[in-house]
């Protein structure tokens, strides 16, 4: 449920001073490329995130919230956008071994992610208490691909940024 909109915002900034920079070789150059485009692709659908981010703010803090409005609005909202960045998220290709595996992480994270939030709309439609620790862990599992593929998005960035 973070944003990468910073992540992406970062990253895009260092792999443009990347690009500056000679490679050392062809197959880095070919990263360094299929990077920052990874990176701007990323960026470019990063909104889709935010909105569902902001639904669910929105759903949780409102004065009214009880168990029919939030599976209302992850139903109709927040369930949604997030499987819509899902779908953006899986038309991006990456080129290169060492990104394709970067994406895979951030694949995993996103259906765990919506996973959970199905989980919680079934808790919430139906009273299912036991939905919720399910979701729960869906979300932790989440939370480990995202700070797994933020750590390697910083490292490449790091890594192509100091690339002379």
Same mark, same amino acid.
């Given at each position: 449920?973070?944003?990468?909109?910073?992540?992406?915002?970062?990253?895009?900034?260092?792999?443009?001073?990347?690009a500056? #920079?000679?490679? #050392?070789?062809? %197959?880095?150059? %070919?990263?360094?490329?299929?990077?920052?485009r990874? @990176?701007?692709? =990323? %960026?470019?659908?990063?909104?889709?995130?935010?909105a569902a981010?902001? !639904?669910?703010?929105?759903?949780? #803090?409102?004065?009214?919230?009880n168990?029919?409005a939030?599976?209302? !609005?992850?139903?109709? *909202? =927040? @369930?949604?956008?997030? &499987?819509?960045?899902?779908?953006?998220i899986?038309r =991006?290709h990456?080129?290169t071994?060492?990104?394709?595996?970067?994406h895979?992480? $951030? $694949? *995993?994270?996103?259906s765990? &992610?919506?996973q959970?939030f199905?989980e $919680?709309?079934?808790?919430?439609r *139906?009273?299912?208490?036991?939905? =919720?620790?399910?979701?729960?862990?869906?979300?932790a599992?989440?939370?480990?691909?995202?700070?797994?593929? !933020?750590q390697?998005?910083g490292? $490449?960035?790091?890594?192509? #940024?100091?690339?002379k």
């Amino acid at each position: 449920m973070t944003s990468l909109r910073w992540i992406a915002c970062a990253v895009f900034i260092l792999s443009l001073a990347a690009a500056c #920079s000679g490679a #050392s070789s062809k %197959a880095n150059q %070919a990263i360094k490329n299929d990077f920052k485009r990874y @990176v701007a692709q =990323i %960026a470019s659908i990063a909104d889709i995130e935010v909105a569902a981010d902001e !639904a669910h703010k929105q759903a949780v #803090s409102a004065p009214n919230a009880n168990d029919a409005a939030y599976a209302r !609005a992850l139903r109709e *909202t =927040i @369930v949604p956008k997030y &499987e819509e960045f899902e779908r953006e998220i899986a038309r =991006i290709h990456p080129t290169t071994n060492e990104i394709l595996g970067l994406h895979k992480i $951030l $694949l *995993t994270r996103i259906s765990l &992610e919506v996973q959970g939030f199905k989980e $919680l709309e079934r808790a919430a439609r *139906t009273g299912d208490a036991a939905a =919720i620790p399910k979701a729960n862990a869906l979300f932790a599992d989440g939370k480990f691909y995202y700070n797994k593929w !933020a750590q390697q998005m910083g490292d $490449l960035g790091k890594q192509y #940024s100091n690339d002379k």
